[in-house]
């Protein structure tokens, strides 16, 4: 294809951190994941992490293969993946680490490499 066959490039506006929350089935059975992400554009608004230099993008996954302990959420490029987003949870993980930078440690079950030194095991069971 040459270049003046290609289609037009799409358009993403900046943003600081990808949120991204799996809304598989097996992560919760009832639909929380996804009313937890349907959530997420009043909440983002009303922290003001929607919009400026602060902005989070948000994306449904519909599996992150870790199917236990969901709703899952994974932060990019931060490389955190938290586990159990309660409602409650969820508005600490906003408050605390998209707003302020400080992730939340008890609900972190795995850190990708954007998120650990290179000379530490990524999760308690990396090296299986």
């Known amino acids: 294809m040459t270049e003046q066959n290609l289609p037009e490039k799409p358009k993403m506006g900046e943003y600081k951190r990808h949120l991204l929350v799996c809304t598989g ?26 919009k400026g230099e602060l902005r989070v993008k948000r994306t449904r996954t519909h599996c992150f293969a870790t199917c236990k302990s969901g709703p ?48 530490t095991p990524r999760s308690p069971d990396a090296a299986q």
């Open 25 to 50: 089935p097996r992560c919760t059975q009832n639909g929380e994941a996804q009313a937890l992400f349907d959530s997420l554009g009043e909440k983002f608004k009303a922290a003001g992490i929607d």
């Open 72 to 119: 899952i959420m994974c932060v990019q490029p931060d490389g955190i993946w938290y586990y159990n987003v309660t409602e409650t949870n969820l508005q600490r993980i906003i408050d605390e680490h998209l707003v302020n930078g400080n992730p939340i440690e008890e609900l972190i079950y795995h850190r990708g490499p954007a998120a650990t030194p290179s000379d």
